[in-house]
């Protein structure tokens, strides 16, 4: 019954995150989004343990991307810089302007449902966590290492947030920068 | 058939923190925390909507008590010691010795469950957006309100749990205290 269908991931993909965002998260049910894909549902379960799985595909991937820069770090890297080197690596391979769109269109389907706020939380502390691990391991003894992990965290959230917001032209990479500098600025004042 | 008891909430909550340490927070019911309280489960859903609540009771008080200590800061504080000045009165009204050996449980009793560990993200992402808004009020301007609003609690969480473990023998002023110029030295640094 079920036929090999190239790239049925990706279309499952953008299937609901039109639908999604046309009759909101609550309301699309599996059956539209395998009918909109061209696909049963049994093959949307072949990729998705549920649909809430559609939003956060990608996400062990980036964290592995992420903790594996900080590792390979420059040994006179800051654990800032560390971090901040981490996050413009990711910029550049996952978050550019061709990416922004869909980063906005999830970026609000998360923020319509209490329950994806909360998985979305789970993710930043798993990826403080690893940065926190990844940091440990370049010999960063803690509270330091668990403390510029969340710093670095709520970099990379801020930013994110104003990239998909649109209001900023600039790149997710600029805008960390931008961040980064503000983080310093605040913190170093006082 | 309710009759009223004299401070049966704070019975409630000794015996169901008793009850989650020794059996554990999943195996222990409704009617075992209020049968241990000595009142009917009637009389616990006076008080909690469920056992959970136990748990992040007072929660919403702190929320009001730090955001207030960061609104009354004096007009000259910093962003950063505007927050630094909200977690030492917390930690002087709420968080004493005496609080020590209950807080320990109920930081034990939450890492048991991913449930629970979900809550207290939402509460401390709660307790951020608190900061960062009272920061504003102030005339700081984002992403500076909210980088140092994550930063603040992230400095709490991890005073907090250096406390609880009580490896340090110091009060929880103390150690915030320190917790901060961890911060400063690893985010000035770079």
Excluded at 88 to 106: C, I, K, L, N
Excluded at 118 to 129: C, D, I, M, Q, V
Aim: charged share 20%; net charge negative; proline share 3%.
């Amino acid at each position: 019954m079920v036929r090999w269908e190239p790239d049925a991931q990706g279309r499952l993909r953008l299937a609901a995150m039109a639908l999604f965002a046309e009759n909101g998260y609550e309301q699309t049910t599996v059956a539209q989004i395998a009918a909109s894909a061209g696909v049963t549902e049994r093959t949307f379960f072949r990729y998705f343990a549920d649909k809430r799985e559609v939003l956060f595909l990608g996400g062990h991937e980036l964290e592995t991307f992420l903790a594996g820069h900080v590792t390979a770090a420059p040994p006179a890297a800051t654990p800032l810089t560390a971090i901040a080197g981490a996050l413009a690596a990711a910029a550049a391979a996952f978050f550019t302007a061709e990416h922004q769109v869909r980063s906005r269109q999830r970026h609000l389907v998360i923020s319509s449902s209490p329950d994806l706020q909360e998985r979305e939380l789970l993710k930043l502390a798993s990826l403080a966590a690893a940065f926190a691990a990844a940091l440990r391991e370049r010999g960063v003894s803690d509270p330091g290492a668990s403390l510029v992990a969340e710093s670095g965290v709520a970099v990379f959230k801020t930013a994110f947030g104003r990239w998909v917001s649109g209001d900023a032209s600039q790149g997710l990479a600029d805008i960390i920068e931008e961040t980064l500098a503000e983080l310093r600025a605040v913190v170093c004042a006082s």
